[in-house]
């Protein structure tokens, strides 16, 4: 499976904002945007014109994939699920991309960051509903019940989890000290990630 295997503080920079690819390190000291607030590359520190429209929502689609670490072809699959719900598109989009198993995971504060929510799941930590999974991009319904396996809970990395004081939204019910969650609802516009704006990305697809 296709996958970016690059540096992700790098991703973060060509952003240029936080994307919290990275857990705790993005709140910390070391994270690249303090450290190097310009974008990658040897013309990074050079000043850029000012963006059309059309890069701007390029800059923005971008912006989504990377946070939710998803690839092109994918994305682009998901924008014409949204597409043909009824009501607005860039919320029907988002609505899908909060649903998948992997940030479900990481919102009930169960791994630091999205990306180790995909590995979890992709090494068979995680079941849902009772039954092991190994693909991230699953997509939960209300009910849906999630848990990491028990044969893992005594790992240095869970013990670390458990003390975490990460707020769940409020459509998980999560159990952090148990590392389980379920779903209660479905996401609504108020749960979005607010750095995203998603009617930029619906204009992008739409041209």
């Known amino acids: ?71 092109e072809k994918q994305f682009s699959n998901y924008y014409q699920m949204a597409a043909k719900k009824t009501g607005e598109t860039n919320i029907a989009l988002m609505t899908i991309l909060e649903r998948r198993i992997d940030n479900v995971v990481y919102k009930a504060g169960l791994a630091e960051s999205r990306g180790q929510a995909k590995q979890l799941i992709s090494h068979g930590l995680v079941n849902l509903n009772g039954h092991k999974i190994t693909v991230p991009s699953i997509i939960v319904n209300k009910d849906d019940k999630f848990e990491i396996k028990d044969k893992t809970k005594g790992s240095k990395l869970f013990e670390e989890i458990k003390k975490s004081k990460v707020s769940a939204p409020k459509w998980i019910s999560a159990d952090i000290k148990g590392l389980k969650g379920e779903i209660t609802a479905m996401p609504d516009k108020s749960d979005f990630d607010t750095s995203i704006n998603s009617q930029l990305i619906v204009e992008y697809y739409s041209k």
């Open 1 to 71: 499976m296709a996958r970016y295997t690059g540096p992700k503080c790098r991703l973060c920079r060509r952003e240029g904002e936080k994307l919290f690819l990275k857990g705790s390190r993005c709140e910390s000291q070391k994270c690249a945007i303090l450290r190097k607030n310009y974008v990658p590359g040897i013309h990074g520190k050079n000043k850029f014109t000012k963006s059309s429209e059309y890069s701007k929502q390029l800059r923005e689609k971008q912006k989504a994939k990377r946070i939710y670490g998803i690839l």
